[in-house]
């Protein structure tokens, strides 16, 4: 069974531009989640998505959004990137069960990488 | 949410067993105690998680005393590849979805 799977692997973007990261999460899970973990630093929840929703955000600002699809793969954009975005972006999906009780599968990540 | 406290980095030897500790001293009823590993440039891996007592599975095992404010994740017989981040997270059973993660324990298991 495939895994969680993130595209691209790699971004490299100059400061102003816009950065779309997109998931797959694994077959039968509803649940889509990211979490920004910048260099030295721990994850940070970014998002969640369930059933085409955003159910709850961290503490990111608005030019971070992201969109859930039917298939229940899920992008994440963005905006007016800053030096300080650099990081690896992870993506988790859960089921609904196992959502519920904090197991989460996370994907490889995409680094973004901010000049 | 309860907050955790691990030790920062630990060394060991191939073939040993590792024991790291989290306090969560604020844990409440219905929080799990639930540890996650991240290998570098890889998103964490579920371990396991407990709420009280002893559990084990085919990775590790979770020791939680009575009183619920620290934890132990025991790896037995270490090897090279286990060399990672080990997270300790208190996660309430409902509000699960947003996981917080702390600075986590880098073990590196020496030759």
């Known amino acids: 069974e495939a895994g969680v799977t993130q595209s691209p692997t790699h971004l490299i973007k100059t400061r102003g531009q816009q950065a779309t990261l997109r998931c797959s999460p694994i077959s039968g899970h509803t649940s889509v989640y990211w979490y920004q973990q910048a260099l030295g630093l721990g994850l940070q929840f970014l998002l969640w998505?369930?059933?085409?929703?955003?159910?709850n955000r961290g503490n990111f600002p608005p030019r971070f959004s992201g969109r859930q699809f039917p298939n229940y793969s899920s992008e994440l954009n963005v905006n007016a990137l800053e030096l300080e975005d650099s990081a690896l972006y992870l993506c988790?999906?859960?089921?609904?069960?196992?959502?519920?009780?904090?197991?989460?599968?996370f994907g490889e990540g995409s680094r973004l990488t901010v000049l | 949410l309860a907050k955790t406290t691990q030790p920062i980095s630990m060394d060991s030897y191939e073939g040993q067993e590792v024991n790291i500790t989290c306090s969560h001293n604020?844990?409440?009823?219905?929080?799990?105690i639930t540890w996650y590993q991240q290998f570098p440039s890889q998103g964490p891996r579920f371990i396991i998680q407990?709420?009280?007592t002893k559990v084990t599975n085919e990775v590790a095992s979770l020791f939680i005393p009575a009183d619920r404010k620290s934890s132990t994740l025991s790896l037995p017989r270490v090897s090279l590849s286990d060399t990672a981040v080990y997270y300790c997270?208190?996660?309430?059973?409902?509000?699960?979805?947003?996981?917080?993660f702390g600075s986590g324990t880098q073990l590196t298991v020496l030759p």
């Open positions: 604020n844990i409440a009823t219905n929080d799990y």
């Open positions: 988790a999906s859960s089921s609904r069960t196992s959502g519920f009780t904090g197991e989460l599968f």
């Open positions: 998505y369930d059933e085409g929703e955003e159910r």
């Open positions: 997270l208190v996660v309430n059973y409902g509000s699960a979805r947003q996981l917080t």
């Open positions: 407990g709420y009280k």
